[in-house]
C-alpha cells in the first residue's frame, strides 16, 4: 500500500470478504464482447446532457492525461462470486469533473458508456464517492488491454461490473435506466449493486 493513497473504507473491516464470495490470488479477465483498440487520436471523455451539466465537456486525451491524479487502495468483489483484495489503483477520481460541470440538483443517477456500446448504471452519489476513480494503472503498471487499458472506472464499494472497462463517456440522468448487464435480458443485474447487501439481481418482475 501506498502512503499517500486514499483508502477505500470497505477496506479497513475486519473481515473482508463479503457473504457468498471467495478470495482469487490471480486476476481473471471478465468482460463481454472484445477488447477495444485504443486510438488516442480519437479517444475521448465526454460528459452530458445539458442541462443537467451546465455545458457538455469532451477531454481529449492529452487534456484528460493532464487532469490531477490520486491513488485508491481497495478491494474488488464480482458477482460472480471472486474477490481480490489489495488493488492499488492510480488514475483521475472521478469528482475532479466537478471542476469542469457543474451537475445540477436533478441528476440523481449516471449511465456510464464504453467502447462498443457497453454501459452500467448507477447512484449519482456512488459514482462520486471519495474513492471512485477514472483509473488508468493498477499495482504501478499501466493497464493491460483486457483490464480496461487506457481508461476504466472503479467503484470499489459495488459489485465489480459497475468498474466499467473502456470506458469513454458519462451521462448522468434524473431516472435510473438499465445499463448492459442490469438488463433483464443480460441477467437483471442489481441496479445499485452492494456486495455487502448481496445485491446481485434486480428484484423479480
Ligand atoms: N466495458 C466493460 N466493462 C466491464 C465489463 C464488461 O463486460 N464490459 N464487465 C465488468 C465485470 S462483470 C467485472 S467483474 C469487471 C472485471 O474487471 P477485470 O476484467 O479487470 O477483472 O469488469 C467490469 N467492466
Ligand atoms: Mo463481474
Redesign the pocket.
Known amino acids: 500500500m501506498s502512503d499517500d493513497a486514499i483508502i477505500s473504507p470497505d477496506t479497513r473491516r475486519g473481515d473482508r470478504l463479503p457473504p457468498g464470495q471467495s478470495l482469487t490470488r490471480k ?7 472484445e477488447v477495444p483498440e485504443f486510438d488516442p487520436e480519437s479517444w475521448d471523455l465526454t460528459v452530458f446532457p445539458v442541462p443537467l451539466v451546465d455545458q457538455a465537456v469532451a477531454f481529449t486525451w492529452p487534456q484528460f492525461q493532464a487532469l490531477p491524479r490520486a491513488k485508491v487502495f481497495a478491494d ?5 462470486r ?1 474477490s ?1 483484495l489489495d488493488n492499488l489503483w492510480e488514475g483521475v477520481p472521478t469528482r475532479e469533473l466537478l471542476k469542469h460541470v457543474t451537475v445540477s440538483p436533478a441528476a440523481k443517477f449516471v449511465m456510464v458508456h ?3 456500446g ?1 454501459t ?1 448504471n448507477l447512484p449519482v452519489d456512488d459514482f462520486f464517492a471519495d474513492d471512485a476513480l477514472f483509473a488508468t494503472h ?1 499495482n504501478g503498471q499501466p ?2 488491454p ?3 487499458h487506457p481508461v ?2 472503479v467503484i470499489p464499494r459495488l ?9 469513454r463517456g458519462v451521462e448522468f440522468m434524473t431516472d435510473d435506466r438499465a445499463g ?2 442490469e438488463e433483464w435480458q443480460h441477467g437483471g ?1 442489481h441496479m445499485r449493486g452492494d456486495p455487502w447487501a448481496e445485491e446481485r439481481h434486480r428484484p423479480g418482475e
Open positions: 486476476w481473471p479477465v471478465l468482460h463481454y464482447g474488488m468483489h464480482c458477482v460472480t471472486w481480490k464504453c467502447e462498443y457497453f452500467t493498477h493497464l493491460d483486457d483490464h480496461g476504466r472506472l459489485y465489480a461490473w459497475k468498474s466499467a472497462k473502456w470506458v448492459f448487464w443485474y
